[in-house]
């Protein structure tokens, strides 16, 4: 039976949308069989058209899971069990977006038609008068979502179809290696390399052997610092060249013991002063890495200009984009490689297919940012999108976990360094609101980012 056929079997609604038994089981199916496209529907909707479908309700999700709040929004329509799920996760502020959300957006939209999804989206951008507030960015990303989850199942098309079908089968992923010795480095490069992988972004603690993290040092507010961090040293002492040494030792043993068959790259988390961005940038140059990321912060990103020129390695930059005045320059000049851009935090996917689109005209790939501070239906609207442009780069997330994927059944899966989609209607995820349940949040809501530097200073994190 194929997946096709397993639908009909699991007595999907005449809609063509997917309950969330039904999804759990066609997944656990999925794991033994090939991708299929999925054609359930799209006859019905060419050849008689189907009524207008109104917004009935919508409701916030808020869950905590691994220690991170995740915000979802659940869109309810006029048609009995049709539904739409999208990520407004703003770990930092949830109540914030649920609050826009519950509070701004839902009397804009109850009894909309739900097919208005551009129409929607350009009311919400304007509403509140000022515009670009991540916020507001993230409470329209879960919006917006939602509603192209629903148009995808009330089609019986995958959300990639309805953005012109896919360019791709499945997305290469990044590698993602924080490494506390340089044998712990290499040693895991060439396990992640027999997985598959052949694009990795590395982290090498400091010498001591303590551990190396990839979150910015953080701080309760007592001025600390934490120093094991292969970046926060850089702040601790504000010591660009410790960092370039560091980072250039860590390069050139990756070239030297494993090669060149490999891509390698790093965030610099906006760290180093910009005159120490720029010679990190000359260093490392030798080591040709296809990903440096973040040199600057937004407002610094005037200095691209003065890097470009001198040279030649390849820009990641955009996860703090909340507005099209950051990175439309920087697309337009050619002054960045890869878009970064954290996709609810600038808008969501109705946005993000169009920053996609403008950057295939100037070379620019996509690299959506995709930790753990994207829900898993943020990361499946990172995979639509992707699967259906031109330009993809490499897909940056890990493997989901297993409270994860209990908690949002039909998480995209990565097979051989290969991130593929279940090919289900809309989005393919659900949200089991019995499991959220297990992770509501504890009252200790959002998080402070920041750190500081050895004198108590705050610094950007
Ligand atoms: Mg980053």
Redesign the pocket.
């Known amino acids: 039976m194929d997946r096709r056929e397993s639908f009909k079997a699991l007595g999907l609604g005449a809609a063509g949308f997917a309950s969330l038994g039904a999804i759990k089981e066609v997944m656990s199916e999925a794991k033994a069989a090939p991708p299929q496209p999925a054609a359930n529907g799209r006859d019905r909707a060419r050849a008689g058209g189907m009524p207008a479908l109104k917004i009935k309700d919508i409701k916030v999700i808020i869950t905590k899971v691994e220690g991170t709040n995740m915000v979802t929004c659940k869109i309810y329509t006029s048609e009995a069990g049709l539904y739409g799920l999208g990520c407004g996760t703003h770990a930092e502020r949830p109540s914030i977006v649920a609050d826009m959300i519950e509070k701004y957006f839902k009397p804009m939209l109850i009894g909309r038609n739900a097919d208005e999804i551009e129409k929607i989206w350009q009311e919400l951008w304007i509403a509140p008068y000022w515009r670009a507030s991540v916020d507001a960015n993230n409470a329209m990303a879960a919006i917006d979502a939602a509603l192209w989850d629903i148009m995808g199942k009330r089609c019986g098309v995958p959300v990639y179809d309805l953005l012109g079908g896919k360019v791709r089968d499945g997305l290469r992923m990044l590698g993602d290696i924080q490494a506390r010795t340089p044998q712990i480095l290499e040693d895991s490069i060439r396990k992640m390399m027999e997985d598959g992988y052949d694009h990795f972004r590395i982290y090498l603690a400091n010498p001591n052997g303590q551990p190396a993290a990839s979150s910015a040092p953080r701080s309760a507010g007592g001025g600390t610092v934490d120093a094991t961090n292969p970046r926060a040293s850089v702040e601790a002492r504000g010591n660009d060249v410790e960092y370039i040494k560091r980072l250039c030792d860590a390069f050139e043993l990756i070239r030297n013991k494993i090669g060149w068959d490999i891509e390698i790259g790093h ?1 610099v ?1 906006e760290r180093p002063t910009p005159r120490g961005a720029i010679m990190l940038a000359k260093a490392v140059e030798p080591y040709r890495p296809f990903y440096i ?2 040199l600057f912060a937004p407002e610094d990103s005037e200095w691209y200009k003065i890097v470009r020129q001198q040279a030649s390695i390849g820009i990641a930059m955009g ?1 703090l984009f909340v507005n099209q005045n950051e990175w439309l320059p920087l697309v337009a000049n050619r002054l960045i490689d890869i878009m ?1 851009m954290h996709i609810s935090a600038a808008g969501g996917l109705n946005l993000a297919r169009k920053v996609a689109h403008t950057c295939e005209f100037f070379g620019v790939t996509t690299s959506w ?1 995709g ?1 753990a501070n994207v829900s898993p239906i943020g990361h499946a609207v990172n995979m639509h999108i992707d699967l259906s442009i031109y330009n993809f780069g490499v897909c940056e997330g890990r493997p989901f976990s297993e409270q994860l994927q209990e908690l949002f059944p039909g998480c995209p899966e990565i097979r051989k360094g290969i991130r593929y989609s279940n090919d289900l209607p809309g989005l393919g995820i659900d949200l089991d609101e019995k499991v959220a349940a297990k992770y509501a949040p504890d009252g200790n809501y959002g998080s402070q980012r920041g750190a500081y530097d050895r004198e108590g200073a705050p610094k950007r994190p």
């Open positions: 965030d988390h990321e973040d996860e970064r940012h930790p």
